[in-house]
């Protein structure tokens, strides 16, 4: 077997340099890195990598664990996935993207040995994932959280985020706000963190204003955020505000309330938490955003893991960073009563 | 080293069994497999995946290379993304993520021996890329093609995409259609493969149609499609119809045209190609998509791999498949030449 001393005896360069070319973990001169890939063609040391693997059983390769999202993933997602990707690849880790649609399967993929560790997306309070990756003896780190906040993770503060929602709506005088959530597959107590921890903040939030908090919960789609529109305006009609923690239905929720004759802000104030920027801007009028902090986590995702594989740290990471509040053209003062009043007769009078 | 073989005594089951559950090929009970896993543990056979890889010398890794996307990825990238790595799985490979930003990093990556093949994104019509792919004697195929039609690929059908955008708009009577692009960082005779087809169907089609073309290219923002807007408005202001083939831009020309005075479709139709369904319905009006073929092209692209890897084709894949006509409500009649001097009248007039 070609090692990479003989590699590094051909092309006379020390073996850091090779290590440095082969991992790509540091930029070398174009001369010497030519003189070093010719040896490596020279020696035939291309599946070399593999043997060093085995050699150290390690593989230096990363899985990110995610359901199915072929189908309709969101745009903060893709954020995660790339940025995860470049933070292994700055540190000479690879990351294989592993779509998995049941526990059974993860299991065995963990059990094949290929990678060294595990990144978890979009993880639920109680997460029998988590579960059969303990098990597995892989170590991992969690986009997200689960009840258990001891674990490995990294997650943004919803609870940060929702204050800072509430607090800029407060402070153009609105008092009943109401909060949008995205329905999922998942049982009620098996919900993604994120809108456990959400709704959480928000009916703290509601409480300390001493208004009663309204929750509506529909599919992340343009069709669930007309749904979420009729709803507040026959349910809820006092709602001035809302906070959407539903980035696939905020475009829905602004259509749909101006097919009511309503319009945003003027009659209803909105805010997207947890997306991004660019969806904010695509959306008539622009809308204020909370945008989440993906591509940065995705990142320190990647290092947590590393660091752990590396015993570079000492206590399991637990980050959190809230999302930015990026004003748009979405948010206004709360319409008085009495003008709500008049404005609903003259739509009533066929405007 | 523990073999299969063992693992397979071990459980009581066949080699093949146990290479079912390796590898996740395909279904075996439950009860067969909690004995193989067993038998895994108790052999500890975890790190023979990468045993194995250095026996055949074939890793089942292929590679998905992709630019910097971490930024502003599109909508439909994250659909090839995850398909692909569908796509791998089902047929037992894992996908690992390549973000690349110059040659000679891909050259190392690929001379590292991780990967049994390699997938290439966003391919230009002269691509560099190209030649380091082929010049490592890594199997490959292109998502997108180059000038050489020879190489193995998918792709979008841009020709019968702008063609049938064409004809849609013709049937509703616009013969003064313009194509907006999105510009790249690429030099011109470097351009995306995709912008080059495109542009060279539309121009085909003015042709034909005895129409002067007017192709407007904007950067992939909000920003770029108000800019796009107002450029139509002020240098061509006959034009009633835009073919968009910017994603990105798609929202803010919708925007710009209001800014303008004027309404989408009633002065200007528009068609947004190559994006998704959802892109559409977030926007006011709901565009009229061109869907792109993201999630099968995704899959077919790791099939196309593969099957050379396993020898199972003859002759390099060139598969095309055009976008999906998804219609919206951004496409009507034009507005007759006497209607448009008058509403620009109006407009003048301060309404």
């Given at each position: ?5 003989e ?13 440095f ?14 003189r ?37 993933p ?15 690849r ?31 997306m ?6 029998s ?36 929602a509430?607090?800029h709506l407060r ?9 949008v ?12 963190g ?15 204003l ?20 009729r709803t ?6 006092g709602?001035?505000?809302?906070i ?20 945003v ?80 007769t ?6």
């Open positions: 077997m070609v090692t990479m001393r590699v590094a005896e051909r092309a006379n360069v020390s073996i850091a340099t090779v290590s070319v082969i991992n790509g973990t540091k930029r070398v001169a174009p001369q010497t890195r030519a070093i890939e010719a040896a490596i063609e020279e020696l035939d040391y291309r599946r070399n990598v593999v043997a060093r693997a085995l050699a150290s059983s390690r593989t230096r390769i990363l899985a990110l664990l995610h359901p199915d999202l072929e189908i309709r969101n745009a903060t997602v893709i954020q995660f996935v790339m940025s995860a990707a470049h933070g292994a700055e540190r000479g880790y690879d990351l294989v993207l592993w779509p998995v649609n049941d526990d059974e399967q993860m299991s065995h993929l963990l059990a094949g040995g290929l990678v060294d560790g595990a990144l978890l979009e993880v639920q309070i109680r997460d994932r988590v579960d059969r990756l303990i098990a597995s003896r892989v170590p991992f780190a969690l986009i997200g959280r689960t009840e258990d906040d001891d674990l490995p993770f990294v997650d943004i503060d919803f609870t940060a985020t929702i204050d800072e509430v607090g402070s153009y005088g609105h008092q009943h706000i109401a909060l959530t995205q329905r999922t597959k998942a049982a009620p107590e098996n919900e993604p994120r809108i456990m921890r959400a709704e959480s903040a928000y009916l703290h939030a509601m409480a300390a001493g208004r009663p908090p309204v929750v509506v919960t529909v599919e992340g789609t343009s069709a669930g955020g007309r749904e979420a529109a507040l305006h026959e349910r809820f009609p709602t001035t505000a809302v959407l923690l539903n980035e696939g239905a905020s475009a829905g929720l602004v259509k749909g309330t101006r097919e009511l004759g309503l319009t802000p003027g009659d209803l104030s909105v805010i997207s938490a947890s997306t991004t920027r660019e969806l904010g801007e695509m959306i008539e009028p622009s809308l204020t955003v909370m945008a989440a902090p993906a591509p940065e986590l995705g990142r320190l995702a990647a290092d947590a893991l590393i660091d752990q594989l590396e015993g570079v740290q000492d206590a399991p990471p637990h980050i959190l960073i809230p999302c930015t509040l990026v004003p748009g053209e979405s948010v206004g003062s709360p319409r008085l009563p009495d003008e709500t009043a008049k404005r609903a003259r739509n009533a009078d066929g405007r």
